[in-house]
């Protein structure tokens, strides 16, 4: 018999621990992959609530400019009135 004749317990458990490892293995490469996606969920997210206010923002930026044209406009007709 040569030396490197293993038991088939052996063989069996070796085949058996394999197969433990390489699950904890995909487990923790779900996990992580998991973690990964929530926070680029959560990331989104933030994108899409900063991009909502600056259109927010942005509109009323456009509505104080024209309110600030139609007062310079009505300011500028009554000056025109009383200088006529």
């Known amino acids: 018999m040569s030396a490197l004749s293993i038991r088939l ?3 069996v458990m070796a085949i058996g621990l394999f197969g433990l490892v390489g699950l904890v ?3 923790a490469i779900y996990e992580i ?3 990964s996606q929530d926070a680029s969920r959560d990331l989104a997210s933030r994108a899409r609530a900063i ?3 600056n259109k927010q ?4 930026m456009l509505e104080a400019r024209r309110n ?4 310079q406009q009505r300011r500028n007709e009554s ?3 009383a200088h006529a």
């Open 9 to 11: 317990t052996h063989k």
């Open 79 to 81: 000056y025109a009135k």
């Open 57 to 60: 923002l942005s509109i009323e």
């Open 51 to 53: 991009a909502d206010l």
């Open 25 to 27: 293995a995909f487990g």
């Open 68 to 71: 600030e044209k139609n007062f």
């Open 33 to 35: 992959g998991s973690f």
